[in-house]
């Protein structure tokens, strides 16, 4: 049923939240559930941990926002326990902000800034290096499905970041989609300047 909410003096009506069925999870995806499990019976959180515990879930990396090819795509699959399902949860919605993890770093800054070559200045040691963009298919057009494919692929990326300790250095170029992700994986934030205004040097 609708509810009523008060926003900056205006009432609002919202929507009532769709059942689990009119969001797809039916019979159809219950069997998929199922033989995911059994072929993957370990949570993967846990795993990038060396824990062994049970997964009791079937979760999409990439969250599927209603995309039919994501929502199928097997290999947006992951098994995970409850725990590494609401954390994750958690850090993709922006509920909680993860502490800083040593040695990871994610730089911005508009195209020409020079954020490969920091980044190719920067890598020594460093576990883990990663162009966003590029993953995402902001860089060209591409058909749909190599699309939804580069998300699951950016979704891998962000998801280890959830569940390790591990070293990155990521590019996003959007500052604001920069800090949010930093928020939910614990990084710094590099923003370099423009070409034209000392390309290659942070602000």
């Not at 199922?34 to 993957?40: K, R």
């Not at 692929?153 to 996003?172: D, H, P, Q």
Request: overall charge positive.
């Amino acid at each position: 049923m609708p509810y009523r909410a008060k926003v900056a003096g205006r009432t609002t009506v919202k929507p009532p939240r769709r059942t689990s069925l009119e969001r797809g999870y039916d019979r159809q995806w219950r069997n998929a559930r199922a033989e995911h499990l059994e072929v993957h019976p370990w949570c993967e959180g846990c795993l990038m941990r060396s824990l062994y515990v049970r997964a009791s879930l079937v979760d999409h990396i990439e969250p599927h926002r209603d995309d039919q090819l994501l929502f199928w795509d097997r290999d947006n699959f992951q098994s995970l326990c409850a725990s590494c399902h609401s954390l994750k949860s958690k850090y993709e919605s922006f509920a909680v902000r993860r502490d800083p993890v040593k040695g990871r770093t994610i730089v911005c800054g508009p195209p020409g800034s020079g954020k490969t070559t920091w980044l190719q200045s920067h890598k020594e040691g460093i576990d883990h290096t990663f162009d966003m963009d590029e993953l995402a298919g902001m860089a060209f057009p591409l058909p749909h499905e190599i699309h939804m494919r580069m998300l699951v692929a950016r979704g891998k990326v962000l998801n280890r970041m959830y569940f390790t300790n591990e070293s990155a250095i990521i590019i996003i170029t959007d500052e604001r989609h920069a800090r949010r992700a930093a928020a939910s994986i614990g990084a710094d934030v590099v923003r370099l300047r423009d070409r034209k205004n000392g390309g290659g040097l942070p602000f």
